[in-house]
């Protein structure tokens, strides 16, 4: 049985039955398998516990936020 795992930060509801919903009909296609073998985790954790370029993700959104934000 196919299994995927996702590492992310958090996530609402409904973002994670899309995710799973998506991935599972994508990869079901691409491998040619029954979606119902599929087997889909999600394991949410702090943007704190994340690091890009040597900086915790959590600043790094705050700071694309910041440039982007409408006026």
């Known amino acids: 049985m196919p299994y995927i795992s996702v590492e992310s930060g ?19 296609e691409v ?3 029954p979606p119902e073998f599929f087997t889909i985790t999600i394991k949410e ?3 704190q516990n994340f690091g890009i370029g040597g900086r915790a993700i959590d600043k ?12």
Do not use: C, G, N
């Open 60 to 71: 790094v959104k705050a700071e694309y936020i910041q440039k982007h934000q409408t006026i």
């Open 10 to 28: 958090a996530l609402s509801d409904a973002q994670k039955a899309e995710l799973i919903q998506r991935l599972t009909q994508t990869a079901s």
């Open 45 to 47: 954790l702090p943007d």
């Open 31 to 33: 491998m040619h398998v």
